[in-house]
C-alpha cells in the first residue's frame, strides 16, 4: 500500500487526515526525564489537532507498532556519552522493516550529549529510518544528583526558556509531518566528544560498572514489600522475598535508586539520605514548564 501523503497509516490508531498526522512519541527514559519530555512534547502535538499517542520501550515492545508510520518522535537519555543501551537493544531486535520511515530524534542530559543523538541516528539508519530533524534538552543530571554536592542547583533544573524550546519542537516535527520529502539531517558526529572518551566512557562508566552497580541493594529497614522498578530485569527476590540486584545487564539508568519509595535503594551509605528524582521531583516540574507554555497558534 503506497505512503500516504503526510502522517501514517497503522494497526489501532485514527488515520489522518490533511490537517492531523498520527506521529507516535517513543522514549526509553530512566529516572523520568525523558519520560516527562516525550510527554510534554506528546501533548503540544496534541495541542496542534496531531494524534501524538506517547510510547514507551518497555510497554511498547512490539516494533510493528511503529512500522507503518511515517514519522516517529524518539527520545533517548544520555548515559555516558551514548544513547540509553535499552533503546539500542530494542532497535537491534526490530525485525526488518518494523521502525517508522522518518524519525525525529531528541537526547535529554545534564552536561552535553557527546555522540549520543549521531548514535542513535546511526542506530536507526541501520534499520532503515531516517532521521530528518533533532534536539537536546538539558536537564537535572541523574547521576551527579547522587554524587556531587547538593548545593550544585544546577544539577536539579532544566535549562531556561525549557516550555519554549520543547514548543518549538513540537512545532518543527509537526511541520516535517507536512514534508514527506524534508532530507535526512543525521545528528552529526562532534569532532570534540573523543576527547571525553576517556574521562566518561572509560573512567567513569568503568567506575559504574565495576563500583558502583554491584553495590545497589535494598536497604531493609526502608523496604516494605515492593518490588524494584528496573527495566532490564536486574532485581529478583532473595532471602525473606527482599530484592537483590544482579547487576551483570545493569545498563545503569539508575531508575531502581530515583523510583524506590522511601530511598530505599542505594549503593553505598553515602548517598542514603541525598534526594531522588522521584516521581514526585517530576509532577512539579511537569506544573512549572506545562503553566509556561506560549499559546499554540491554530493556523
Ligand atoms: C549512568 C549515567 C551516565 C550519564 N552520563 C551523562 C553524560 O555522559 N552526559 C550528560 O550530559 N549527562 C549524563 N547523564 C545524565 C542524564 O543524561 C540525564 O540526567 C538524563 O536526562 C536522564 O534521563 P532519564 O531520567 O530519562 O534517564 C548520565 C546519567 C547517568 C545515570
Ligand atoms: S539495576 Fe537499576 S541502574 Fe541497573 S538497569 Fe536496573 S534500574 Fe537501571
Not at 536507526?124 to 554536592?149: E, K
Amino acid at each position: 500500500m503506497p505512503r500516504p501523503e503526510t502522517g501514517i497509516v497503522r494497526r489501532g490508531l485514527r488515520p489522518y487526515d490533511k490537517h492531523m498526522a498520527c506521529i507516535p512519541v517513543m522514549f526509553f527514559s530512566g529516572s523520568g526525564s525523558t519520560a516527562l519530555i516525550a510527554e510534554l512534547i506528546a501533548g503540544r502535538l496534541a495541542a496542534r489537532g496531531h494524534d501524538a499517542p506517547l510510547l514507551s520501550v518497555e510497554q511498547n515492545s512490539d516494533p510493528g507498532l511503529l512500522g507503518a508510520c511515517d514519522l516517529a518522535v524518539i527520545g533517548t537519555p544520555t548515559y555516558h556519552n551514548c544513547p540509553a543501551g535499552t533503546l539500542l537493544d530494542w532497535i537491534a531486535r526490530w525485525p526488518p522493516g518494523a521502525g517508522p520511515a522518518r524519525a525525529f530524534l531528541f537526547a535529554t542530559f545534564g552536561l552535553y550529549t557527546g555522540n549520543a543523538p549521531h548514535l542513535l541516528g546511526q542506530a536507526l539508519a541501520a534499520r532503515g529510518v531516517r532521521t530528518v530533524g533533532h534536539t537536546g534538552f538539558r536537564g537535572p543530571a541523574s547521576d551527579s544528583v547522587m554524587m556531587l554536592p547538593a548545593w550544585i542547583g544546577f544539577m536539579f533544573r532544566y535549562e531556561r526558556r525549557i516550555a519554549r524550546r520543547i514548543d518549538t519542537a513540537a512545532g518543527q516535527i509537526a511541520a516535517l509531518a507536512e514534508q514527506p520529502d524534508a532530507p535526512g539531517r543525521l545528528p552529526p558526529r562532534r569532532w570534540y566528544a573523543p576527547l571525553d572518551h576517556v574521562p566518561n566512557r572509560v573512567i567513569a562508566r568503568n567506575r559504574f560498572r565495576r563500583r558502583l552497580a554491584p553495590g545497589l541493594r535494598v536497604l531493609p529497614g526502608r523496604w516494605q514489600g515492593e518490588a524494584v522498578d528496573c527495566p532490564r530485569g536486574c532485581w529478583q527476590a532473595g532471602p525473606g522475598g527482599v530484592p537483590v540486584c544482579d547487576p551483570a545487564d545493569c545498563d545503569f539508568c539508575l531508575r531502581c535508586v530515583h523510583r524506590s519509595p522511601r530511598r530505599a535503594v542505594i549503593w553505598d551509605a553515602a548517598m542514603q539520605d541525598r534526594p531522588r528524582l522521584d516521581p514526585a521531583f517530576y509532577a512539579a516540574r511537569r506544573a512549572e514548564i506545562a503553566a509556561q507554555f506560549p499559546p499554540v497558534d491554530a493556523g
